[in-house]
């Protein structure tokens, strides 16, 4: 039985893993590490440490699906309609950009429920606080050591990290990037950001009629969201949350800033937009060093295949673009590339 690793748990990760369950002509040993301590990657949904009933998206807030995707990746959007996990997004958002056609889709149970359905589906092993430090070849398998724990040898590798972070690997596929290659994938550049959920006693009110906005006047915050209300979620026994995501310039400027100072900024701005919210009962400040793809990688949509025997391929948005759509499409490109090893 081929043992397969798929190292990263986010979107892509996932599609993948379920993909390779549902289309292999043979069985296979599925395993995705992660680096992070749960799934969801940049679709991450955190709780809140006195009621983990209290969510809140700390990544991606919904699912834009244009007319050209929903009838291209129709199977996907309706199989997580049919399973409650997305829902269309009926919450008011101000500053919303929409084009004519496009559909919201909102994932009622947190974005990383979506994640996490597809890791189900695809019956893997699921390990995290699994850092990948080096990928050596050993008698035509691949040695996978990492932070912690021994070496393990698997026969086909698929990666969809950031493309920095598999440019820092060591080990032998630092000499399977060809010169070409290694020149494509350091011309990827990503957008950074940070994200602040604030979460709130239950009862707690913050008056205002829209689910989300865009800020389009503050150097500081881009985007506010509470969350429950943006699902639809309204309970006594569950309080608000928000969630504000920060610029990008803000983003790039404060990128190497300890995370706490960040906050205290971030709330100040807050404050000044909202003065008089409530006091929140607790906080998750998340830093997005590689938030969207700003320049994917060129020639290359989809994916990047790095050693053909034993097969190694690297994909994700890095190779398409950074939201739902971009995800499947660089999973079916890495399906149809490894379709000939399955």
Known sequence: MARVLIVGAGLTGSLCATQLRRKASGPLHLTVWDKDGDAGGRMTTTSCVLNPQCTADLGAQYITCTPHYAKKHQSFYDELLAHGILKPLTSPIEGMLMKEGDCNFVASQGISSIVKHYLKESGAEICFRQCVTQINLRNDKWEVSKETGPPEQFDLIVLTMPVPQILKLQGDIVG?????QRQQLESVSYSSRYALGLFYE????????WAGQYITSNPCIRFISIDNKKRNIESSEIGPSLVIHTTVPFGITYLEHRTEDVQELIIQQLNNIFPGLPQPVGTKCQKWRYSQVTS??????GQMTLHFKPFLVCGGDGFTES???????SALCILEALRSHI
């Open 296 to 301: 994917a990688v060129p020639n290359c949509p």
């Open 176 to 180: 399977l990037i060809s010169e070409c």
């Open 202 to 209: 239950a009862g707690t009110k913050i008056d205002v009629p």
């Open 323 to 329: 939201n739902f759509d971009g995800c499947i499409t």
